[in-house]
């Protein structure tokens, strides 16, 4: 992992869903390139496969044996839709205030989000929040997106701790497998819409309401055995 400190440690953020109130707004988004390009794909499972980067969700969604050349159209259709929203992305409540009560106890703070490197920066933007971040990635840094570990690998090497150093916020499943790939612990949110069972049985440690909730219980929470 390269130059890795054993005594440092790291908490690594999910961004939609996670610090930003925004999965529906990708579904909706999502709902319409699909119907663009004469797809019916329902709100409900768009809305489930929310965290998966868009080259799993395409699959997931319309399977191995589709015509993967309209795959770029599709995406390219769901970002200039969910881009009207990019002046008024709502951050979640507690979300700055998180980032900046991890930073203030000296753990280093990562974004790790499936999103374009465009998209991201339009949400850090709303966050206000950059005088407590450490490092970010995107989709647009990796081969492959959540699920795969890649996101949290990367996170991991920005941050420069091992993995045990480290805990994975997240609201989706996908982020906690992807977590539990890499090795890393993760505490999961339910601001994406996704119930605390399916969350705890896919892995996550701990569920809390949000960002708010979570930030009330910080010194209760794994966070803090991790930085301690």
């Known amino acids: 992992m390269g130059m890795e400190s054993r005594n440092a440690s790291a908490v690594l953020f999910d961004v939609d869903g996670t610090l930003m109130d925004t999965n529906y707004l990708h579904t909706v ?14 709100m409900a499972s768009i809305h489930r496969a929310i965290g ?24 390219t259709a769901h970002l200039v839709l969910y881009a009207q929203y990019s002046p008024r992305l709502p951050p979640l409540e507690g979300a700055a205030d998180l980032l900046r009560g ?22 850090r933007q709303s966050l206000g929040a950059d005088d407590a971040i450490t490092a970010v990635t995107s989709a647009d840094d990796v081969k492959a997106s959540k699920p795969a570990p890649d996101l ?11 993995a045990d150093r480290a805990v ?26 996704i119930s605390a069972a399916e969350l705890l049985e896919a892995g996550a440690a701990a569920v ?13 929470s794994l966070l803090e055995s991790v930085g301690g």
């Open 29 to 42: 988004a999502w709902w319409e390139a699909f119907r663009q390009m004469k797809h019916t794909v329902s």
């Open 52 to 75: 998966m980067g868009a080259d799993h969700l395409l699959e997931h969604l319309l399977g191995k044996d589709r015509d993967q050349d309209e795959d770029e159209a599709i995406s």
């Open 102 to 123: 991890c930073a203030a106890r000296g753990w280093k703070v990562v974004l790790a989000s499936s999103a374009k490197s465009k998209e991201l920066e339009a949400m």
């Open 152 to 162: 949290v690998e990367t996170a991991l090497k920005r941050a420069a701790v091992p």
């Open 168 to 193: 994975f916020i997240g609201d989706t499943v996908w982020d906690v497998y992807a977590s539990r790939r890499a090795g890393v612990r993760c505490l999961g949110v339910l601001t994406g819409g």
């Open 208 to 220: 809390y309401e949000g960002p708010a909730d979570l930030l009330a219980r910080i010194d209760d």
